[in-house]
């Protein structure tokens, strides 16, 4: 008599199906200033505003892909949360030949390297955040009551493609002064 015989392996566990999330297709473009890490900055935050937190997990619980950038700042804090989170599906954009800061080595890097701007010019940080425009669904811009012309042409281009964008407002005057001031599509004045 022919028989077939499986024991297992050291550390399996029989009739456990572990549930994979495919990631949505959404993806979104999380834009800010680095002024939230700066010394002396009437914007330094040593944590993310709980309302921005409270977006990012709806995102994370729809299984979206979020990509952040490699700068201080923002797109720090938003890495080392997602991190903390144990969240996979995020993209490191940066400019240059390679991405200059991912919190978790998993994460996939995307370094865009415009050779037709000097390396440290404002066009060569653009042409990242332009490659994100494009490569988003939708928009999580975090932008300055004053200032942040970066981020507010990051919530232009994207508007202007027709994609949505939550927007917050980080107040010079203290945090609890930060709020929200626009979700979807609209048109925001560049200060």
Known sequence: MNELKHYGVKGMHW??????????????FVSGSSKTQTKGS???RKRLHKDIKKN?????????????????????????YLKRKNYKHVEVYGPGEKVRYSANKKWKTNPINDKRTKEGSKAWL??????MTKD???GLAIVLDKG????????????????????????????????????????????
Request: without cysteine.
């Open 15 to 28: 009739g456990i199906r572990r549930y994979q999330p495919y990631p949505s297709d959404k993806t979104i």
């Open 126 to 131: 653009a042409a990242k955040d332009k490659k």
């Open 148 to 191: 942040a012309k970066a981020t507010r042409k990051n919530i232009d281009r994207l508007m202007q493609q027709g994609k949505e964008v939550d927007i917050f407002e980080l107040s010079s005057k203290g945090r609890k002064y930060d709020r929200w001031i626009r979700n979807g599509v609209g048109k925001l004045r560049i200060k």
């Open 136 to 138: 988003a669904t939708e």
């Open 56 to 80: 990012l997990k709806s995102h994370m619980k729809n299984n979206d892909k979020i990509i952040v950038g490699d700068a201080p700042g923002i797109d720090r804090q938003v890495q080392k």
């Open 42 to 44: 009437p914007y330094k």
